[in-house]
């Protein structure tokens, strides 16, 4: 219930446009710019990643992992996934939507990196509280892939292989 309070709230809220699109490659280019800053958590995750391994009291460095290390080596790999996830689901949304509501690309990139970092902090404090973190990045991808799909079944489904 949340994240689509946050997004209609920033939608309607915040002072800015997304600039004009006519043609699926500007809007292509566009999600691409923006899925940029959606790496900011995961290129941080990584330089924690690096420094707590290199500052770990293991004694082999390929060894069995400490937990402080464990935790951002594992939140790394997640939100690449995700991230993969999320940016073929931007793009392929960059694609259906109309001119007035690529607004939702930057919004949706924010979150996504808010969440991202939501669940990385919930992820250190404790197991059991990483399912907030986790569902605000999930579920919002979840309902892009559905109005994806949705598009392209029943709203164009001529275009499909087009």
Not at 8 to 24: E, I, K, M, R, S
Not at 128 to 152: D, E, H, I, K, Q
Request: charged fraction near 10%; proline fraction near 6%; include cysteine.
């Amino acid at each position: 219930l949340l994240c689509p309070c946050l997004i209609y709230g920033a939608y309607v809220f915040l002072p800015f446009d997304a600039p004009l699109l006519p043609t699926v490659s500007a809007r292509l280019v566009y999600t691409l710019r923006c899925a940029a800053f959606a790496t900011f958590p995961i290129v941080l995750g990584m330089i924690v990643s690096g420094i707590s391994r290199l500052c770990s009291s293991a004694l082999e460095p390929f060894g069995e992992l400490q937990q402080e290390v464990e935790i951002h080596r594992t939140y790394v790999s997640q939100s690449i996934h995700l991230f993969i996830l999320y940016f073929f689901n931007m793009a392929v949304l960059a694609t259906y939507l109309p001119q007035e509501l690529l607004k939702l690309i930057p919004l949706l990139t924010g979150l996504f990196a808010i969440s991202r970092l939501i669940y990385w902090l919930s992820y250190a404090i404790g197991r059991s509280f990483r399912a907030f973190g986790f569902s605000v990045t999930f579920l919002p991808l979840l309902a892009m892939l559905l109005w994806n799909l949705y598009s392209m079944f029943v709203v164009e489904p001529e275009n499909l292989l087009a």
